[in-house]
C-alpha cells in the first residue's frame, strides 16, 4: 500500500518560552511552531499552533537566523512522537516566502 504523506503551510514563526532544543533516538532537534488564525466552520476565528522539529543541521542553520513573527513557509510531513504520540510536522524544507 502506497502512503502519502506530504503538508505544504506558511504562517508566523512562534518560537517556545524556554529551550528550543531536544533529542530523541531520531536525534538533536529545535522546535518551534507555526503560527496561523483562520476563520472556522462557525465564523469564528481562531488561531492554531502547529508544532514543528527540526532535525536537518541545515534547516536548523537557517531558523537560528530568524525572530519571532517572521513569515514562513514549510513542506515536509507529519508524524507521531515515539515517545508521547504528539504529533508534530518535520519539515524538508523552510523559507521566507517573501523573500
Known amino acids: 500500500m502506497n502512503c502519502e504523506n506530504t503538508v505544504t503551510l506558511s504562517g508566523t ?26 476563520v472556522g466552520y462557525d465564523g469564528i476565528e481562531r488561531t492554531s499552533f502547529l508544532p514543528v522539529r527540526v532535525f536537518d543541521p541545515a534547516l536548523k542553520e537557517w531558523l537560528k537566523t530568524r525572530k519571532e513573527g517572521d513569515a514562513i513557509r514549510l513542506t515536509g510531513s507529519i508524524r507521531s512522537s515515539s515517545g508521547s504520540g504528539d504529533m508534530f510536522i518535520r519539515p524538508d524544507s523552510l523559507e521566507a516566502p517573501c523573500e
Do not use: C, I, R, T
Open 13 to 38: 514563526l512562534h518560537l517556545p518560552k524556554g529551550d528550543m532544543e531536544g533529542s530523541n533516538q531520531h536525534g538533536q532537534y529545535l522546535k518551534f511552531s507555526v503560527k496561523q488564525s483562520m
